[in-house]
């Protein structure tokens, strides 16, 4: 087995690592961010009202009886999945807050995403080549 001579420090491959950060994947990486965020927001926004829709679903196709009164019992495969049924019909309600919410959230966000994107493209046009 040969011992190989190290690079020299001068070269520049060894001393920097590689230029993937140039200005189109920087803006598709923030792009990619802030779609992320707006996603997670629709969807902690939207969950307690697909909760309550998923209770609705699964208590109709079972034959069973849901309301936000009280648990009713209802048995799919042997189980009773009524206070589950219940807690995700009830969940429901906490939509009068995430949806407002998400909204409002949606829009800044949106918002800072778009001036941020926009201020880092004027600060590319303004940057001495």
Known sequence: MT???????????TTRP???ASP????????RL?????????FLAL?????????????N??????????VHPC???????GEPLYTMGVLGWLSLATLPAGGILLLAWA??????????SLQAAHRPR
Do not use: F, N
């Open 111 to 120: 918002a800072i995403g778009l001036l941020h994107l926009g201020w880092r």
């Open 3 to 13: 011992d190989a001579a190290p690079e020299s420090p001068g070269d520049a491959e």
């Open 47 to 59: 969950a307690p009202l697909l909760s309550a829709l998923l209770a609705g679903l699964i208590a």
């Open 34 to 42: 802030y779609a992320l965020g707006l996603l997670v927001i629709v």
């Open 24 to 31: 189109p994947a920087r803006r598709r990486r923030w792009g």
């Open 61 to 70: 196709l079972a034959g069973c009886r849901l309301d936000e009164g009280s």
């Open 75 to 81: 048995i799919i495969a042997g189980r009773d999945v």
């Open 18 to 20: 590689p230029d993937d």
